[in-house]
């Protein structure tokens, strides 16, 4: 522990949460590893539900990659840059009732980072 703080190390740490992450760390410098998203997830996740029957998953293809599917639900694998346009879509085409814009949890990208083989092109 002392070599540590003589070489002043960073040691990674990943937490979902800002509350873990500051009982876990003393140091202010220490933050929320935000930019592993920005950098290796160029996607988000957008969940919509529906009033009526809403679309079929083939006419939901166009906005993004389906995920889940079920009646009055659906999730969609959406690009970064294309989240704000597809939703824009979503909400004047379909009977939206709720929408839900989340990013990929930090830990799925973490264990794509390291499951993937060297020089594997960005995820």
Do not use: W
Not at 9 to 25: D, G, H, M, N
Not at 71 to 95: M, N, Y
């Amino acid at each position: 522990m002392r070599h540590r703080r003589v070489r002043n190390e960073v040691l990674p740490f990943f937490s979902s949460s800002s509350a873990s992450s500051q009982l876990v760390c003393r140091r202010p410098r220490v933050r929320y590893l935000v930019g592993v998203l920005d950098r290796f997830a160029d996607f988000k996740m957008v969940t919509i539900q529906t009033s009526e029957g809403g679309a079929s998953a083939s006419e939901l293809e166009k906005y993004g990659t389906v995920v889940e599917h079920t009646s009055g639900t659906v999730k969609l694998k959406v690009k970064r840059e294309r989240v704000i346009p597809v939703c824009k879509a979503l909400l004047d085409e379909l009977p939206v009732t709720d929408i839900d814009i989340q990013e990929v949890p930090i830990e799925d990208i973490i264990r794509q980072l390291f499951a993937r083989e060297p020089g594997a092109p960005k995820l």
